[in-house]
Structures are given as structure tokens and as C-alpha cells.
Nanobody, 129 residues
Framework: QAQLVESGGGSVQIGGSLTLSCEVSEGQYSTLCMGWFRQVPGKEREGVASINYDDTTYYAESAKGRFVISRVNTNTKNTVYLQINGLTPEDSAMYYC?????????????????????WGQGTQVTVSS
């Protein structure tokens, strides 16, 4: 079973940048579709970006231009990153990493939380002035 651990969250000033990391361990992950999601209290979890095993990516419209998803695969570990630039207070949220064993399809389905079986515990991002 895949285990995901996020890190890199914290408090950041408006306009700053942050890079979140997600480490996935155990099993064979060359076919995993990985995604980053975020959620604020009282709202649904929102898909931000996804990346396929071949490094092809897909972004939510709201994420294009400021968010960059990337991944590094080794024989024993798979790490996915989410770089966020030009942070605004609206980016404040709990950010979650997710994975599934089927490939990404480069469409909105890759931004649906119910399409992902494995989740991390989340890392909080807070943006303030």
C-alpha cells in the first residue's frame, strides 16, 4: 500500500514562494498518477495539478502560471513537488498529495479527489501580509 508524506508547508508572506514535497514509498510506482489538492475549511477539496509517470502535467485553470508540479523517481522512492509562486492569501489552505495506480489522462478527471486512492496527511500553507 502506498504511503504519502507531505512536507514544506508553513507561513509565508504575500508574494513569496514555497515548494511542497510529497514522498511516496513502497511498491512499484512507475505508473502512478500523482496530484496535489488543497482544501480550506467549509469548502470542497480542490485539485491543483497532476503529473503522470512520464512527467506530463495537467493544471487547474486557477493554477496555471503560478504553480509548477514536478517529480523525481528512484528505484525506491518517488517524490512529487509543488512549487507555488506569487503567493496570495487565497492560497492559504491545507495542501494534500494524492496518488493512484492508473495513469493520468491529462484532463479534469486528474483533478477529482474521488479518482485518487492514496492520500497524505496534508501540510498547511498560510499566506499573510
Amino acid at each position: 500500500q502506498a504511503q504519502l508524506v507531505e512536507s514544506g508547508g508553513g507561513s509565508v508572506q504575500i508574494g513569496g514562494s514555497l515548494t511542497l514535497s510529497c514522498e511516496v514509498s513502497e511498491g512499484q510506482y512507475s505508473t502512478l498518477c500523482m496530484g496535489w489538492f488543497r482544501q480550506v475549511p467549509g469548502k470542497e477539496r480542490e485539485g491543483v495539478a497532476s503529473i503522470n509517470y512520464d512527467d506530463t502535467t495537467y493544471y487547474a485553470e486557477s493554477a496555471k502560471g503560478r504553480f509548477v508540479i514536478s517529480r523525481v523517481n528512484t528505484n525506491t522512492k518517488n517524490t512529487v513537488y509543488l512549487q507555488i509562486n506569487g503567493l496570495t492569501p487565497e492560497d492559504s489552505a491545507m495542501y494534500y498529495c494524492a496518488a493512484r495506480l492508473s495513469r493520468c489522462v491529462r484532463g479534469n478527471v486528474d483533478l477529482r479527489s474521488d479518482e485518487f486512492a492514496y492520500w497524505g496527511q496534508g501540510t498547511q500553507v498560510t499566506v499573510s501580509s
